[in-house]
């Protein structure tokens, strides 16, 4: 009964690369318009309320493709090495009882019904109960139209703000429930600040104590880590499923 649990909780961590074809699979239409677009010589593309250039546009997508398939690869390996730890573990079928088998096959079905039914209906985001409003902050928004547009579908606002002073201002006198920042940005002149996320978590730490803040960037090491960690913030992610499903915890 143990052997099996490991399985299906890898089939579970499977959803979320899962959820993020969903929400390619969701913007065809958007992906229709914008081959349209291109033989009239616009190349633009709305997401939701932004408008996005076939660049921005294909970059978006090429950056969740590349997540899904960085995902789906970790999964792999994590899956061969418990089906490894299962194999020299699991106990033989006889060891067990009539109702413990019992058990591991309902949950088999379980698991092969999930793995086989990977759609718009049965897969949700599912965004904590707790987060109806977030503050995104990036000097750049239409960077993350795809994420925003699948929030807002799912009922959740999304107010964007491009520098920590508005960022700063928007919270005192709003009502967020969460914060997500990149960790670079221009905050009013040409020089990019490579602090500016982490300067502004621990700013927003001072006035909440307990109000998630997601620094989302393009890359991450175990020096932004600590970073992240000293100012304050909740988390720091590269991974668009990740800030997904930090979302839903």
Request: net charge negative.
């Given at each position: ?7 299906i ?7 979320w690369?899962?959820?993020l074809i ?15 677009s ?13 408008e ?6 294909s ?16 999964l792999q ?14 106990a033989?079928?006889?060891a067990?009882?009539f109702e413990?088998?019992?058990v ?7 698991a092969q019904?999930v793995a086989?039914?990977?759609?718009a209906?049965?897969v949700?985001?599912d965004?904590?109960d707790?987060i109806s409003?977030?503050?995104?902050v990036?000097d ?10 699948s929030?807002n ?9 491009k520098?920590?002073?508005d ?6 006198h709003?009502a967020?429930d969460?914060v997500?920042?990149?960790s ?7 020089i ?11 700013a927003l730490?001072e ?9 989302y960037?393009?890359?991450?090491n ?7 960690h000293?100012?304050g ?6 991974s668009?499923?990740e800030?997904l499903?930090?979302l839903?915890?």
């Amino acid at each position: 009964m143990e052997g099996i649990a490991p399985i299906i909780e890898s089939i579970a961590m499977i959803l979320w690369p899962v959820i993020l074809i969903i929400i390619l699979f969701s913007f065809r239409k958007n992906i229709q318009s914008l081959i349209k677009s291109s033989e009239t010589r616009k190349f633009t593309v709305k997401i939701g309320e932004m408008e996005l250039s076939m660049d921005e546009f294909s970059k978006q997508q090429g950056d969740m493709i590349k997540d899904l398939q960085t995902r789906v690869n970790e999964l792999q390996r994590q899956m061969e090495r418990k089906g490894e730890l299962i194999t020299k573990d699991e106990a033989p079928a006889e060891a067990l009882g009539f109702e413990d088998r019992r058990v591991d096959v309902r949950r088999s079905e379980d698991a092969q019904r999930v793995a086989r039914k990977p759609n718009a209906k049965s897969v949700m985001l599912d965004i904590d109960d707790d987060i109806s409003d977030i503050l995104w902050v990036d000097d750049h928004p239409k960077n993350n139209a795809f994420l925003i547009e699948s929030l807002n579908k799912e009922g959740v606002s999304v107010s964007t703000a491009k520098h920590t002073k508005d960022a700063i201002k928007r919270f005192e006198h709003g009502a967020f429930d969460c914060v997500i920042s990149d960790s670079t940005r221009l905050e009013g002149n040409e020089i990019q600040n490579h602090q500016a996320g982490f300067e502004l978590a621990g700013a927003l730490r001072e006035i909440d104590k307990n109000v998630p803040i997601y620094i989302y960037t393009d890359a991450v090491n175990e020096k932004m880590k600590e970073k992240a960690h000293n100012v304050g913030a909740t988390a720091i992610t590269s991974s668009p499923s990740e800030l997904l499903k930090l979302l839903s915890d």
